[in-house]
Every structure is written in structure tokens, then in C-alpha cells.
């Protein structure tokens, strides 16, 4: 039975650690957590945030994901959202989702991510 998502990877191209690093922990408030040795040897990095968990694995012919996405809950949406446009992230709000605010925006490298917030529904 499952019980939880332990993480979620997306891909990056080679070379683009310092610049994930960046976004992930500068932008986004994450921290770095340490790879196991066997599979720090591949590139990539894991980065943390409460339970959730992001991993950034290395693919020689990436190509960014556009369709395929995390959401990522947040709190205080629209803080968020003025963090992540003070870094120099796109940020394009959706509303098509009943009962929540959220918004796109794209790492450093052109993967989609979602970000979003349950709000209180008028009965």
C-alpha cells in the first residue's frame, strides 16, 4: 500500500549544479541535503524543504520538463510567488483550479513547476 511520495526527480542538463543550487535553495528557501557517495559519483543534486524532497539528476540529452510538473504546496502564496520575481523567475498565475490559488514558473533549467494553495470556498 502507499504511504507517502518520498521525492520527486526531474533532469538537468550537465554542468547545471551550481546554477539548480542557486534557484532551489536562493530562490525557492530549500536546502541542499548530501547525496549517498555511490550516487554523488552521477552529478545532481537533493534539496529539501519540510517532507518534501526534489531531486535534480543529471540526463546527457535533457530536455526540460513542460507538461509534467511537481506542485508544491506553499503558504502565503502571494509572498511566495514576489520572492520568487525578485530572483528573476516568471511567475504566471492559473485559476482554473476550484479552491485553490497558484501559479507556474520554471527552474533555471525549463522545468515547469507548479505552486499552489488551497483558499476557503464560499458556501
Not at 24 to 53: D, H, S
Not at 106 to 122: H, K, T
Amino acid at each position: 500500500m502507499l504511504s507517502a511520495v518520498d521525492h520527486v526527480q526531474l533532469a538537468a542538463p550537465p554542468g547545471s549544479e551550481d546554477l539548480l543550487r542557486t534557484y532551489y535553495v536562493g530562490a525557492l528557501g530549500m536546502t541542499e541535503i548530501p547525496k549517498p557517495p555511490v550516487l554523488a559519483a552521477n552529478g545532481g543534486c537533493w534539496f529539501r524543504a519540510g517532507a518534501v524532497q526534489l531531486h535534480l539528476g543529471i540526463e546527457r540529452d535533457f530536455r526540460p520538463a513542460k507538461k509534467a510538473h511537481p506542485g508544491l504546496r506553499v503558504t502565503d502564496i502571494e509572498t511566495y510567488a514576489a520572492r520568487l520575481a525578485a530572483h528573476g523567475a516568471a511567475v504566471a498565475w492559473d485559476t482554473d483550479l476550484p479552491g485553490h490559488r497558484r501559479f507556474y514558473s520554471e527552474d533555471p533549467v525549463g522545468n515547469r513547476l507548479e505552486f499552489l494553495e488551497p483558499v476557503a470556498v464560499a458556501r
